[in-house]
């Protein structure tokens, strides 16, 4: 994406890019500017050119490699053939406002009526209008970090600033918000926290002690949380996943942000949905009407049914996911002197290679696509530019274990040879 219409440059031909500076400011908050003021795509589209360029085993973005069961597509296809293939209502359709209230019912208890859902284009697309919707220009953002990228983008777009907290390691193989970073990074400027659990990209599941310390932190602050938890069926072992606005006594301030990509394989769909008090919904619809209006409406019901009937093939993909987790984790666990976490649910491992080499995630990663093909995401793309933890993760790549059994298995041997060779 290096084409010099993107690249900031005065052009005789058009008016000044720079004018309008909002667009760069989304893509530095992301680093995705160059030094000569071009721009690449996003950090997940250009490793999987990388993995494509040799023949590597993508294990960087998170898509998943096993098929779409056929009761989606059949679902997909019988509701096209019916003639839902026109704009869905602004909310959504109506079945699935009522299979999210109810699946939120059945899995949490949470009381949820149909005023408070909103269907929305992934969870993209919620995050993004809940962002530009709640948070006011110069207000701050607090997320845990390393973060999912498009919470910086959105963030901008709001004319906020981005306030991060370091998830840091547990000393049992996993991760915990740093405490006191967080009780000095919020406070009366605090509009919004995000909370993504389970986490991309540390694996980690947020207790409902930790949710209920950020749920308190954001009432003495009077800030909105946003859940990110498109990973939610998604755990592993005794890990369980807690949805925050099920277990305060008064959610108002909670907006709980989830999709079904992860759930049944079908991140291309891009069907989501919000929940937030109706007044807080309708504010965010005013939003989100304008980004696409609506999207995906003949998936919309074929979710519906998945919700309503299929949690058994969400729960199936979790112990599958598990399983592949323990494939590659201890195929990583044999590179000579690397720290590997061990994932409570998601999609992701982190592997720390400080101390084995002083070249960075980035160059690393290249070296090992190049040299044993396999792919990750380096870690600081997924910091922030200069904070305390995009340096602890200057040497951590996070790997997938969402793609198939083959792939990885695969990986899983060329990672082993990769461990061999260094010995
Ligand atoms: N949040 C997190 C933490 C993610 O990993 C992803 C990646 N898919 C998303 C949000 C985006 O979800 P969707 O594809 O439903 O927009
Ligand atoms: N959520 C996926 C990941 O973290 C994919 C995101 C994307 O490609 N935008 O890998």
Same mark, same amino acid.
């Given at each position: ?67 779409? *069961? ?225 999207? $995906? ?90 904070? *305390? ?14 793609? $198939? ?19």
């Amino acid at each position: 994406m290096s084409d010099p219409i993107s690249s900031g440059q005065p052009s005789a031909a058009h008016p000044d890019l720079l004018a309008a500076p909002t667009w760069h400011q989304m893509a530095q908050s992301t680093g995705l500017v160059n030094t000569d003021g071009s721009i690449r795509e996003t950090i997940f589209g250009q490793m999987t050119a990388l993995a494509a360029r040799h023949d590597a085993v993508n294990l960087g973005q998170g898509s998943p490699g096993d098929p779409t *069961p056929d009761f989606l597509v059949d679902a997909a296809t019988e509701a096209m053939g019916a003639g839902i293939n026109q704009y869905a209502p602004g909310q959504g359709h109506q079945v699935l406002i009522d299979a999210v209230a109810e699946q939120r019912r059945r899995c949490y208890g949470q009381a949820v009526s149909a005023a408070e859902v909103l269907v929305t284009i992934g969870a993209t697309e919620g995050l993004t209008a809940a962002i530009v919707a709640l948070v006011p220009r110069g207000g701050e953002v607090v997320v845990f970090e390393p973060f999912y990228d498009s919470y910086a983008a959105a963030t901008v777009l709001a004319g906020a600033q981005l306030r991060t907290v370091g998830l840091v390691e547990d000393g049992a193989g996993g991760f915990t918000p740093d405490w006191e970073a967080f009780e000095r990074t919020i406070g009366p400027q605090t509009s919004a926290i995000i909370v993504n659990t389970p986490h991309n990209p540390t694996g980690m599941v947020f207790t409902e002690e930790m949710l209920t310390r950020i749920y308190e932190a954001a009432v003495r602050h009077d800030a909105w949380v946003l859940t990110d938890e498109v990973y939610e069926y998604l755990v592993f072992g005794e890990h369980r996943h807690a949805a925050l606005a099920s277990i305060v006594d008064d959610p108002a301030r909670v907006v709980s942000i989830s999709s079904a990509g992860k759930s049944f394989n079908i991140t291309g769909w891009k069907i989501g949905w919000t929940i937030a008090a109706p007044e807080v919904r309708e504010a965010i619809q005013a939003v989100k009407q304008y980004f696409c209006f609506t999207g $995906g409406s003949p998936l919309q019901p074929a979710v519906a049914q998945a919700l309503n009937a299929h949690e058994d093939f969400a729960q199936a993909t979790a112990r599958s996911l598990e399983a592949r987790s323990k494939i590659l984790v201890p195929a990583f666990e044999e590179l000579p002197g690397v720290r590997v976490s061990q994932p409570q649910g998601g999609y992701f491992t982190l592997v720390d290679f400080a101390g084995t080499t002083d070249e960075d995630a980035y160059a690393l990663n290249e070296r090992l696509t190049r040299d044993y093909g396999f792919t990750g995401i380096p870690g600081p793309a997924m910091c922030a530019a200069g904070t *305390p933890i995009s340096e602890a993760f200057a040497q951590t790549i996070r790997y997938s274990f969402c793609k $198939g059994m083959d792939d990885t298995a695969e990986a899983a041997e060329r990672v082993r040879a990769a461990a061999a060779a260094l010995r």
